[in-house]
Each structure stands twice: as C-alpha cells, then as structure tokens.
C-alpha cells in the first residue's frame, strides 16, 4: 500500500491539524500556531489550578513501545492539563508481547472509544502506519519513530529559541553529536529551515554527520570550532549508543576530547549563545556539567515548554478532528 502524503494525512479539509506525525509538509503558518498557542499555555504552571476543559471527555492513551520516562510523563501532564483521562499502556504486559499485532492493539484500543493515541516507537513510521489504519476522528501525536521523526521535540526547541531569541530572523544555529541516529536533529532541521533560519551547522565526526544531510539546508562541519564559531543556539545530541553497529566511534573521551561542549569549546560561540538538549544528558561525554548547569545552559527551560508544545498539539489535533469532514461521521457508522 502506498503511504499517504505527510501533509494530506496530518490536516483536515479545511487546513487544520488532525494528526501530528512529522513536520515534513508542514507550512510556516501552522508551526507559528503551535508556538503562539504554547505560549499562552506557559503561564498555567504559575497558577493554583492548572488545568482548562479543552479535552474534558476525551481519552488520550498513552502507547510507548520505546520506553521514555520524560516524555511520556510531559504528555501524560499535558493531557490532564487539559482535562483529558489519560492512560498510560504498559507495553511489556501488553498483548503486543504476547503475538498481538500493532493493528489489532489499535483496533482493541478503538473498541475502547479512546480518542487520541500518543505514539512512541523504534520503527521509523509507525505513527504514520497507524494514523493511516485508525478510525476517523481518532488523533495520533508522534513521541518519536525509529530514526525519523520526533515532531513535539523539534516545537518545544523552537519555543524555547523564540522565548531567549525573539525571533529566527538571522540566528545561526548549531546542532552538534550523533546526527546520524537522531530522530531530534532531523525535526530540528524541518522546523528551523520552515521558519527561516538559514545557517544551520551540523557538526561532528564524519561517521555521524554523513554528507547526505547537507542535501537538507545544513552545512556539515567535521571541526567544533568552525562550526561552533559566533553561534547564537547550541543544540548537543546524546550519543545514541544503542542505536550505533559497528565502530563509529574509537572511544566516548575521544569524542569528548574533540566534539564535547566546554566552558573553552562554548567561548567561541556568541557571547549571549544559548544551550539547549534533548536529553537525557551524558555528562562528560557531549557536555560538561559546568555548561549543562552553567548561565547559557536552556535545558531545563525546554521541559518546562515540553508541557506546554504538547498541549498545544493536542489540543489542536482535538479540535482537527472535531471539524473535519469526517467528524459526523460516528465510530458505530464505521
């Protein structure tokens, strides 16, 4: 069966999200929308309830196959931030482990009259296959898929550029480790070439910045200092050891000697440069603790608007769902 067109399966006939699976096909407009309307949830972490109705009566399943305690816990607050029951599926006591294929999870989970699936999976378009094969009106969120996408990660880093920048306009952008692995840095890509930002360096050892990236807007850099130099955002990666075959690496303090983040290695940044990662850090191995808690250092700034992204996503696939064609359309119908 032939996949269906990114921006065609994500949005609804009147241009609204439905689904957010990538941010491939994705205009300018609508990643400006998540970012305004992220915004406007920031403040609700400050006050005595934090919650809105936006999603009250909606059940939003959590479906992790790839563990990740962070992220599924900001989706889990998200979702009852909003109002929604929130189910989080242990994967390794499911039925998937007992032979049950994802189909027939998903079609279980369906009986159940849930209404948005957030997925997170090793198998690089997973999202995608089930947003393909699930009921109309059910919502999916990407958590993240194999080596391809991780959508909310790559808007929770624009949100926190925006907030310390002002704006994309003219910034230079480096995003420096295991391109090659990262699900992150190829979103990151998407949404920072979207919102214009032309100078985009990709650095690191050739062996995890492959030159095919650079067909994606970037300049490849294979030396720290060049690709550090006047820098405005510094994003690292974690080396992303069980995802590596074969040797791409002779050792982690080699790495560290020539590609981690120091209070020396960060001066040839900008001055007022800013650091940010995904996480989970390894310290001492792509980042110091001196810079990962030191004044540039962004990182726990990106959690905090994690909560917010997610929100916002969520709440505007709802809302796709709701007004698309299909929405009077009942489950019993189909």
């Known amino acids: 069966m032939m996949r269906s067109e990114p921006r065609a399966l994500q949005l609804n006939e009147h241009g609204q999200l439905k689904h957010f699976l990538t941010l ?59 109002s929604a029951d929130v189910i989080n599926l242990n994967i390794e ?12 999870t998903l079609k279980n989970l369906e009986a159940m009259q849930s209404d948005m699936f957030i997925v997170r999976h090793s198998d ?6 089930i947003a393909e094969h699930c009921t109309p009106n059910v919502a999916i969120i990407n958590a993240g898929d194999g080596r391809h996408a991780h959508p909310t990660q790559a808007m929770l880093d624009m949100l926190t550029i925006r907030r310390h920048k002002g704006s994309f306009d003219g910034l230079k952008i480096a995003i420096v480790g295991d391109i ?33 990236f650079a067909e994606m807007g970037a300049t490849i850099c294979h030396d720290l200092e060049a690709g550090l130099k006047d820098v405005d955002v510094v ?29 020396e290695t960060l001066a040839w940044a900008s001055p007022d440069a800013i650091v940010m990662h995904p996480g989970p850090i ?40 709701l007004q698309s064609d299909d ?5 019993d119908e189909k």
Do not use: C
């Open 93 to 104: 006591t499911s039925a998937t482990s007992k032979g049950e294929s994802l189909l027939d």
């Open 24 to 82: 491939d096909g994705l205009d300018k407009t609508i990643l400006t929308e998540i970012l305004d309307r992220a915004e406007s949830f920031l403040s609700m972490g400050e006050q005595s309830v934090k919650k809105v109705p936006l999603l009250r009566g909606k059940t939003v399943v959590n479906l992790f196959f790839e563990n990740s305690t962070r992220t599924r816990t900001t989706f889990e607050l998200a979702g009852k931030r909003l």
């Open 124 to 129: 690089s378009g997973a999202a995608h296959f």
């Open 327 to 331: 929405s009077s359309v009942t489950r």
């Open 235 to 263: 994003v690292m990666l974690r080396l992303q050891k069980e995802r590596m075959k074969g040797a791409l690496l002779p050792s982690e303090s080699e790495f560290y000697r020539l590609y981690g983040l120091t209070e």
């Open 180 to 212: 090659l692995h990262s699900r992150v840095a190829r979103s990151q890509l998407q949404a920072l070439t979207t919102l214009g930002v032309s100078d985009i360096r990709l650095v690191g050892p050739k062996t995890l910045v492959p030159s095919f």
């Open 282 to 321: 390894n310290r001492g191995v792509e980042i110091s603790s001196e810079v990962a808690d030191g004044k540039h250092s962004v990182i726990l700034d990106q959690v905090t608007n994690g909560i917010a992204v997610r929100m916002a996503v969520m709440s505007m696939a709802m809302s796709g769902q």
